[in-house]
């Protein structure tokens, strides 16, 4: 795929949107990313955002693009420029950090890269869509107060696209669906590193067919 073939950052903050899920993926070892994706695409949700906190999420992330170029692949745990220098040349989609980084914001917005900066309070909102940010993490949201800080937050940002991560799972997925400023959720458990020791392929699509269905559930109601 050429430089101007590449979906636009609106482009892909859309799809993020319309998918609703974004799994949250720490993978040890290149021989599972392959069953893993095909899983996830088999229930519906052909994305990933796969995370530098092990040795084999950058070459994971190469690999997936090269072989899935229909699938939304990013990266996630994206801390300095360097890593995002990294991550943006191994082709990712879209970049997530835990905290708002301008350097970060501005190296991804400069080779046109979706961005989702990490906030936890009303100045690190600021600061993230101050510099451009089209979508900004809300993390860690269950540590933070869930839903009802998350409703707090988001009130005097009107105009903020939140995706809510860290400890959103199954029982809690509806509520934060149903924030109208919430344009998709990070989400691990579906993807749990002891499903992935396992390799329990099966599970993981089960498991991402309910979010799928919660997903459609919810936006369908709205």
């Not at 989609?93 to 914001?105: G, R």
């Not at 451009?132 to 937050?153: D, I």
Request: proline share 6%; aromatic share 4%; charged share 20%.
């Amino acid at each position: 795929m050429t430089a101007d073939q590449m979906p636009s950052v609106a482009g892909i903050v859309e799809r993020i949107r319309l998918l609703g899920l974004i799994p949250v993926v720490e993978l040890d070892s290149l021989a599972s990313a392959d069953a893993l994706l095909e899983a996830l695409s088999a229930a519906g949700l052909p994305a990933a955002e796969i995370t530098l906190r092990t040795s084999a999420g950058l070459k994971a992330l190469a690999h997936l693009r090269q072989v899935y170029p229909e699938a939304l692949v990013g990266a996630g745990t994206v801390r300095s420029t360097t890593d995002a220098r990294r991550v943006i040349d191994a082709g990712a989609q879209f970049v997530a950090s835990p905290a708002t980084n301008p350097e970060v914001i501005r190296a991804c917005l400069d080779s046109g890269v979706a961005v989702i900066p990490g906030a936890s309070s009303p100045t690190e909102i600021d600061v993230a869509v101050r510099f451009g940010a089209p979508l900004v993490k809300f993390f860690p949201a269950e540590a933070l107060g869930g839903v009802t800080f998350l409703r707090a937050l988001a009130g005097p940002f009107p105009d903020v696209a939140f995706v809510p991560t860290g400890g959103v799972n199954v029982s809690n997925l509806a509520d934060y669906l149903g924030v109208s400023q919430v344009a998709a959720c990070g989400g691990s458990w579906i993807v749990a590193r002891g499903l992935l020791e396992e390799r329990r392929f099966d599970r993981i699509e089960e498991l991402t067919r309910s979010a799928v269905d919660i997903v459609a559930q919810v936006r369908g109601s709205h």
